[in-house]
């Protein structure tokens, strides 16, 4: 499962990274990024500090969470939290366990990479209007399916490592 996760995760990072630099021509120089409530655009940035920054948001950021998750467990113990830790984590289960909890971290990682993505999509049709105006249905589907994707990914979590008595 551990390498099926790392596999799509990466997958995915490159698939969005290739979806994010193939559409950045159809931004404006000037790239609208921050929206007020009214969903009139209230700040932006040249497209190359955009591009820098949803690429950033899309690739380097997963990627930390993904090592911080998966890597660190293997180098110290107490970097690890879990429900039930002493438990997991007792020499008998210690490989499964530090194997799941790479698998989450590839999962989560997943996750982050398809939000960034989606919110460069957003941020795409945003600003095929003039003035551009954040497409607030678009926009509150993306965020609704990110949290209850993420919720999701913590009750998985939290069902893997209960207390098994």
Request: net charge positive.
């Given at each position: 499962?551990?390498r099926?996760s790392?596999?799509l995760f990466v997958?995915?990072v490159?698939a969005?990274s290739?979806y994010?630099?193939?559409?950045?021509?159809?931004l404006?120089?000037?790239?609208?990024?921050?929206?007020g409530?009214a969903?009139?655009?209230?700040?932006?940035?040249?497209?190359?500090g955009?591009l820098?920054?949803i690429?950033?948001?899309?690739?380097?950021?997963?990627l930390f969470?993904?090592?911080?998750?998966?890597?660190l467990?293997?180098?110290t113990?107490?970097?690890?939290?879990?429900?039930?830790?002493?438990?997991?984590?007792?020499?008998?289960?210690r490989g499964e366990t530090?194997a799941s909890v790479g698998?989450f971290g590839?999962?989560l990682g997943?996750?982050l990479?398809?939000?960034?993505?989606?919110l460069?999509?957003?941020?795409l049709?945003a600003n095929t209007?003039v003035?551009p105006?954040l497409?607030?249905?678009?926009?509150?589907?993306?965020?609704?399916?990110?949290f209850?994707?993420?919720?999701?990914?913590?009750?998985l979590?939290?069902?893997?490592?209960?207390t098994?008595?």
């Amino acid at each position: 499962m551990r390498r099926l996760s790392l596999l799509l995760f990466v997958t995915l990072v490159i698939a969005s990274s290739a979806y994010i630099v193939g559409t950045i021509g159809q931004l404006p120089p000037r790239v609208a990024m921050h929206f007020g409530g009214a969903g009139q655009a209230n700040g932006s940035m040249p497209r190359d500090g955009y591009l820098l920054f949803i690429l950033g948001f899309a690739t380097l950021f997963p990627l930390f969470i993904v090592a911080s998750i998966a890597g660190l467990p293997l180098i110290t113990k107490r970097g690890v939290k879990l429900p039930n830790r002493d438990y997991w984590l007792a020499p008998l289960r210690r490989g499964e366990t530090l194997a799941s909890v790479g698998a989450f971290g590839g999962w989560l990682g997943c996750l982050l990479t398809v939000f960034a993505a989606a919110l460069h999509y957003t941020i795409l049709e945003a600003n095929t209007s003039v003035p551009p105006q954040l497409p607030a249905p678009l926009f509150w589907s993306v965020l609704g399916g990110f949290f209850a994707a993420i919720l999701s990914w913590q009750g998985l979590f939290y069902l893997r490592f209960r207390t098994p008595y």
